[in-house]
């Protein structure tokens, strides 16, 4: 028990350091519990030694990730989702066996050569989904394209374990895998076999389609939260023993639950209560992965390991390449959907096992070809950052190779600079009322979509001395700075005041640190972002509590007074240590609300007196 723990402490307290060094350099948290692996490893400081026993234990984490995926699957999205599921990753799958397979032939015999090529074609679905919801391109177009070849790989691991075994050719005591379940099915006939393991697999849908929901319904009605959580860990580790009883996968079995519970009133309950265990539990299993890198195998066999590794991703970049460009997609999103796939993936920790206990593959085989997936695990974070950096690369090259617009309209009032999300409101709004704005924009591709919606948008770099002159400013009255990045606002700002004095400047913030960094600048007007939204959504909370609609439009109208005249003081005030500002800002608050409990009792019609007299143009 004591090792247990001291081993459980070395494992949490190495990913707290190397998590955020990852993070921080934009590498992930995925490669950082890989770094925490290797550094307490056996080949590190030797903190681990047992990294096998610990591998049993965490792979339950990429169990419960499986159970999650799953329960984000309704049957009615998988329907829609058939054909890049099929599609795209059929086609994947058996290109790349297929491929890796005749390669592999060349040095193994044919059985051998299918095994390797089946496992290989296997990407990480861990590794891919948290890198991916980290990045919050999860929802994107080519996110849901690599999410469905994800999961018919993970669907395909279950044929893969009934065929495995029908390609045995190695005589060895490490043949018989009793010692992976509860009963030994293979005492039945082979008849028999297949009808247990089906039986199996239609149990735990009705498991999880059926017979939970009561169970989960009696368990919610005690709202006794801790028996919940207990119901859905129980549930997700008893379809694991009966997955391993036939010999099957745990991860699948959960997978499958998952499915079925996916139109379940209790998913997010169950989803909410499972996943800090899964998170847990993931980051154990990739630092164990890291643990379990033999540098005296990769040493001794250098070249070969690396070269199978590096083979592994460029067979498999070029054939999902291949498969994107089947499937229309752009080769910018084709490239980005090959590279996340392109690593080897942790079933090919169980698979490969699997194979040298059923005779498949012998161990000297499976221990080269593991450590050449852990290295491609581990180079996949590296691969995709360099990519991402390329990427931006390119697409800044391709903003500057771009001539700035010329711009041949003079006479305008405003200059609109940034015509993003809130430009384009403000934009609109202003050409409502008869103001048409000369709008400057930086990102060509967003200046090409406004232009085909009608507006008169031009590109170039705003903080350009040369497009403001053609923008007018030297004739203008208003420039409105819309962009979001504080550099260009501040860049643009000091250009516009000194070249054009006269130019009355309206600023955009994203915080009140921003706000105050722009105020420096004594612009005429800094308004935050965000800020109108909150109190439009403040006054609509208040009308749905009851409250009479111009009630709430008046309180909100007096609080948005106030505030103003509350972050004129606290700017004032910001200079100073940091404890003072905090207690001028709680003051000020308290202030406040006793102002707007006044204003609240005052006649609406003086309140709005006093409100049009100190504020004549609001």
Do not use: C
């Amino acid at each position: 028990m004591e090792s247990f723990l001291f081993q459980f402490f070395v494992f949490l307290t190495a990913s707290v350091i190397t998590v955020p060094i990852a993070n921080k350099l934009g590498l992930g948290s995925v490669l950082g519990y890989l770094m925490a692996g290797i550094f307490i490893g056996p080949f590190g400081l030797s903190l681990i030694s047992n990294v096998d026993t610990v591998m049993d234990f965490t792979e339950f984490g990429v169990v419960m990730m499986l159970f999650l995926v799953g329960l984000e699957l309704k049957p009615s999205l998988l329907w829609k989702m058939r054909v890049p599921i099929l599609g795209m990753g059929g086609l994947q799958v058996t290109l790349t066996a297929i491929v890796i397979g005749l390669i592999a032939s060349i040095f193994l015999i044919w059985q051998q050569a299918i095994a390797v090529g089946m496992i290989l074609a296997l990407s990480s679905t861990a590794l891919v989904v948290q890198t991916l919801k980290e990045k919050g391109l999860m929802a994107t177009k080519t996110g849901r394209s690599v999410f469905s070849v994800l999961l018919f790989q993970d669907l395909a691991v279950i044929p893969m374990l009934a065929l495995l075994p029908l390609l045995a050719t190695v005589n060895s005591s490490e043949t018989t895998h009793t010692d992976m379940v509860l009963i030994n099915i293979e005492a039945y006939p082979e008849y028999a076999q297949l009808v247990i393991i089906l039986l199996a697999v239609v149990s735990v849908f009705l498991i999880g389609k059926y017979a939970s929901r009561p169970i989960f319904r009696m368990i919610a009605q005690t709202r006794i939260r801790e028996l919940f959580i207990a119901a859905a860990l129980a549930m997700v580790v008893g379809i694991s023993l009966l997955m391993t009883v036939v010999g099957l996968s745990p991860a699948l079995g959960t997978f499958l639950a998952g499915v079925a519970l996916a139109d379940s009133e209790y998913r997010h309950e169950i989803e909410s209560d499972i996943e800090p265990f899964k998170g847990i539990l993931l980051g154990i299993f990739f630092i164990s992965i890291g643990a379990s890198f033999d540098f005296t195998l990769i040493g001794n066999h250098l070249g070969m390991i690396f070269g199978i590794s590096f083979g592994l991703m460029i067979i498999k970049f070029l054939i999902l390449l291949g498969v994107a460009r089947i499937f229309k997609m752009p080769l910018a999103q084709s490239s980005f959907f090959a590279i996340n796939l392109a690593q080897g993936g942790e079933f090919a920790f169980v698979l490969f096992q699997f194979t040298k206990l059923n005779g498949v593959l012998e161990s000297s085989v499976t221990e080269t070809l593991v450590s050449a997936v852990a290295i491609s695990m581990f180079f996949a974070p590296i691969l995709f950052k360099i990519y991402e950096k390329m990427s931006k690369n390119r697409q800044k090259d391709a903003k500057e190779s771009r001539e700035m617009d010329k711009i041949d309209q003079n006479g305008h009032k405003v200059i609109l600079a940034g015509f993003g999300r809130l430009g384009t409101d403000i934009g609109r709004f202003l050409i409502s009322v008869g103001l048409k704005p000369v709008i400057l924009d930086y990102d060509s591709a967003n200046v090409e979509v406004l232009r085909r919606f009608g507006f008169e948008v031009y590109y170039g770099d705003v903080t350009r001395l040369d497009l403001l002159e053609s923008a007018g400013a030297s004739e203008a009255e208003v420039l409105i700075v819309s962009t979001s990045d504080l550099d260009i606002s501040r860049k643009l700002i000091e250009l516009a005041k000194k070249h054009y004095p006269n130019l009355k400047i309206v600023a955009n913030a994203m915080d009140m640190d921003s706000t105050y960094k722009l105020m420096d600048m004594h612009v005429d007007q800094v308004r935050e972002e965000t800020f109108g939204t909150a109190l439009r959504m403040g006054q609509d909370i208040l009308v749905l509590l009851g409250m009479d609609p111009y009630e709430a439009y008046r309180l909100m109208r007096i609080f948005r007074k106030h505030n103003d005249e509350m972050i004129a003081e606290l700017y004032e005030k910001r200079q100073g240590d940091l404890e003072s500002y905090i207690s001028a800002y709680q003051e000020q608050m308290s202030t406040l609300e006793a102002l707007m409990q006044l204003d609240f009792a005052m006649n609406t019609q003086e309140s709005d007196k006093v409100w049009t007299e100190n504020n004549p143009n609001t």
